[in-house]
């Protein structure tokens, strides 16, 4: 991998980690297209920190403030009804299915997952089921009104994007809207999810960094820079837009991705 591929899978990332659109699938599909080597998952998950970065950074009035909510109200019972004390346990078990399905398949992840034909259809069928969320749920809710059960149920969303196609923030919002919240609230509250499990997973695929067959290191680093700088000003562009518009653009964008793909896969003028 050249210093032009990193570049442009670092703008990649940061473009499509947080638009419903999924940014694992793109990291598959865009080399593909340009005839570039597949980047492998472990190089998707690494340069992930860096959009992740900037969330924290985004967001990181709200991170430091429900972790030391979280953090006292383990010693302090007046501060466990308290909703950054109950955001904290919220993100925390909220994290653990993607843990462990991560963990169970992780050979499948990395292999018969990175797959063009089931990308492309994950990219259409998550895309009508992100329709059918924005268009039956109420949209009344806000993020005060998180409960456990809400949490746990937009956490086990979060488990579909280990297939690529799906979208991380993609499942997750329409987890939550599905559940009755707007769309601005189903976004911050994805965002905030996403940080323990993107960061278990860059970290723990870090250590293939440098190794021999692995993940090239400078490529990887310029990729991960860059994707944090592309995916802070994606935040801001996403939270203005979804508080005023619905989510039929990204729908739309999805469906007609991953239809384009499967004629390109069908007339074999791209390989799975």
């Not at 597949?38 to 430091?64: E, N």
């Not at 806000?142 to 409960?147: F, Y």
């Not at 949490?151 to 969303?157: R, T």
């Amino acid at each position: 991998m050249d210093v032009l591929q990193a570049v442009v899978l670092g703008i990649v990332q940061g473009l499509t980690e947080f638009l419903p659109i999924s940014s694992s699938a793109h990291l598959l599909i865009v080399p593909k297209l340009l005839g570039w080597p597949d980047p492998g998952a472990a190089f998707t998950a690494v340069i992930q920190l860096g959009t992740m970065l900037a969330v924290m950074i985004f967001f990181w009035r709200d991170v430091v403030r429900i972790f030391i909510t979280w953090a006292k109200s383990l010693f302090n019972r007046e501060l466990r009804d308290d909703l950054d004390a109950r955001m904290g346990w919220y993100i925390i078990l909220g994290t653990i299915p993607i843990s462990v399905m991560g963990l169970l398949f992780h050979n499948a992840i990395e292999g018969p997952a990175r797959n063009l034909w089931l990308n492309a259809s994950m990219l259409i069928v998550f895309g009508i089921l992100l329709l059918l969320a924005d268009q039956m749920g109420r949209k009344q809710k806000e993020v005060p009104d998180l409960t456990l059960k809400d949490g746990l149920i937009i956490g086990a969303w979060q488990v579909l994007p280990l297939v690529p196609g799906a979208s991380r923030s993609g499942s997750t919002m329409t987890g939550a809207l599905f559940l009755g919240y707007t769309r601005e609230a189903a976004a911050r509250y994805s965002f905030l999810l996403s940080i323990p499990a993107v960061w278990l997973s860059g970290l723990y695929e870090l250590r293939k960094v440098g190794e021999e067959g692995g993940v090239p290191f400078v490529p990887t680093a310029i990729a991960t820079v860059v994707s944090f700088v592309v995916g802070y000003a994606s935040i801001a562009w996403l939270l203005r837009y979804v508080a005023k518009h619905s989510t039929m653009i990204f729908v739309v964008y999805r469906v007609f991705a991953g239809a384009f793909l499967l004629t390109l896969l069908t007339l074999g003028l791209v390989q799975a």
